[in-house]
């Protein structure tokens, strides 16, 4: 079997041999660019884990699981444009390096091209494969469309925030997770555990991004502590302490959010005194363990010997130690 930074360089490998041979260049320099930039290949890595623990010749399905990888940037690329973000992994977005036109163009061929290298998997997995791609993708889109919404929105409950995140992060996660398993020939059973398990794994995953943008290191973390605070955004965290605040918390909470351009870091401390008094850091988690165990049974669900699970074990809990 192999580990996940074996599985990371074929990955990396692949993506760098990609040769778009079409024109006009305009349109496919900035994919190229997008996929240079790295990542944690999270995704793709998932798709080869989960099928090298049934099979193990998990480069042929690459291209598979690099149509993973390139969706997700394309998600990305998009996002940053609708965010109007100037940087993305430390680097210019490319609607700043272009322009807004270029981002939505490129963007869109990046998600042909996604289905493009999908239907290269074996013929007689396509159509399953392809089912559970469209869905996932519609699936992504409707909760990024949740997202947007709940913006305008003070009434946020706990469980339509998971539904949300489970739609735009946690399903891309088990997507990956299943199809390794259907392209390595898994029992049905197994597939849906591990397509469960990956769901677990991705609300664990982002209500720790949620967590850490309040609590984590920046230096760890990789990015500026508190941005969520700030921008008012429906996180796990506002949206249960706004729901567990007594009035007096409830009244300083509201305060900073209705503020039309506070001191950042001032904001920033004032509602992370709130969360600390209702305890919100606690709560978030506990949540975030508890998703982590329940991936972690269903995982032990799936029927092969222990011995080949084990990367994907050890590649789970990395993914989880971001210290805080």
């Not at 963007?107 to 869905?135: N, P, W, Y």
């Not at 004032?270 to 919100?280: D, M, P, S």
């Not at 508890?290 to 590649?315: C, I, N, T």
Request: glycine share 4%; hydrophobic share 40%; with cysteine.
């Amino acid at each position: 079997m192999m580990n996940s930074n074996e599985i990371l360089k074929l990955i990396n490998d692949y993506l760098d041999h990609i040769r778009y041979d079409r024109k006009p260049e305009g349109l496919y320099e900035p994919i190229k660019y997008v996929l240079s930039l790295g990542g944690k290949r999270i995704r793709p890595t998932l798709m080869l884990l989960a099928y090298n623990m049934f099979k193990d010749d998990p480069q042929s399905i690459l291209p598979s699981a690099c149509a993973l990888e390139t969706y997700h940037n394309y998600t990305l690329l998009h996002d940053d444009l609708m965010d109007n973000a100037d940087l993305r992994r430390g680097h210019m977005t490319v609607h700043k390096r272009w322009n807004a036109n270029t981002a939505i163009l490129s963007g869109d061929s990046m998600l042909v091209l996604a289905f493009e290298q999908m239907a290269q998997c074996r013929e007689d997995k396509f159509k399953e494969i392809h089912t559970l791609f469209t869905r996932t993708a519609l699936e992504i889109g409707e909760g990024q469309q949740y997202d947007m919404e709940f913006e305008n929105r003070n009434d946020v409950a706990e469980d339509e925030y998971i539904e949300m995140i489970r739609l735009k992060t946690s399903v891309l996660l088990a997507c990956a997770t299943k199809m390794g398993a259907i392209l390595a020939d898994a029992p049905v059973e197994d597939a849906e555990k591990l397509y469960q398990f990956g769901e677990k794994i991705g609300l664990a995953f982002q209500l720790q991004d949620d967590f850490l943008d309040v609590y984590g290191d920046t230096k760890v973390f990789g990015k500026a502590i508190g941005g969520d605070i700030i921008s008012n955004k429906k996180t796990y965290m506002l949206i249960n302490a706004l729901a567990l605040a007594d009035e007096r918390q409830k009244s300083v909470l509201q305060y900073w959010l209705d503020m039309p351009d506070p001191d950042p870091q001032e904001k920033i401390a004032a509602v992370t005194e709130i969360y600390n008094e209702i305890g919100i850091n606690t709560l978030a988690n506990d949540k975030i363990q508890s998703y982590f165990q329940e991936g972690m049974l269903l995982l032990d669900a799936v029927k092969v010997s222990d011995d080949r699970k084990q990367e994907m074990l050890a590649y789970t809990r990395e993914m989880m130690k971001r210290e805080f």
